[in-house]
């Protein structure tokens, strides 16, 4: 059996809120998938980003901690990031390995930040990524809007090179079967 674990990326009180696209679909997908994970025996781990002394997503500000519609439960492994990518620097690569991590289901925000760096990232150290619809967000940008950004990444850059992007259904079953 594959070694999995959900990892719940930057969603924190600061940046989670109703301007994100497809919000309500968004909560309601990632808090099934960490009942579904806690209720299988399927480790969940969060990653926070901090962006340094002085800058509003920091350590000790209001709005770092993880949102809490998705709070870890105790016990659960919180890591700090101070990049994209929550693999360098962070301490969570390490710990994957020491558990035989093979794949990695990831949700969070930001789509064409973080989510971006954890996918191919995760991909490059050698885990299976698995990327369930509607568990990852971002907001409009410059260039596109927020639903053509996730739709870019997830339907388009991701798939079939970097991830499996599937149904909500069949990652909860996949989780349920771990």
Not at 11 to 33: C, G, K, P, S
Not at 139 to 148: C, I, L, P
Request: proline letters at 2%; one cysteine or more; glycine letters at 6%.
């Amino acid at each position: 059996m594959m070694k999995t674990v959900l990892l719940v990326i930057d969603a924190q009180e600061l940046i989670t809120n109703d301007r994100l696209f497809a919000f309500d679909r968004y909560t309601e997908n990632v808090r099934a998938l960490i009942a579904a994970a806690r209720g299988n025996g399927v480790e969940v781990v969060y990653v926070r980003h901090d962006d340094g002394e002085g800058k509003p997503l920091s350590k000790g500000n209001a709005g770092f901690d993880v949102y809490s519609g998705f709070a870890p439960a105790a016990g659960e492994r919180v890591f700090d990031k101070y990049v994209n990518s929550p693999f360098r620097d962070s301490g969570l690569l390490e710990y994957l390995r020491e558990k035989d991590v093979k794949r990695l289901v990831v949700t969070g925000l930001q789509t064409d930040y973080c989510i971006d760096a954890t996918v191919k990232c995760g991909f490059e150290h050698g885990f299976e990524m698995i990327v369930p619809e509607y568990c990852n967000s971002t907001f409009d940008n410059d260039f596109m809007t927020a639903e053509q950004t996730y739709r870019y990444y997830n339907d388009f850059m991701w798939q079939n090179r970097y991830a499996r992007c599937m149904k909500m259904a069949e990652a909860l079953d996949m989780i349920r079967s771990k």
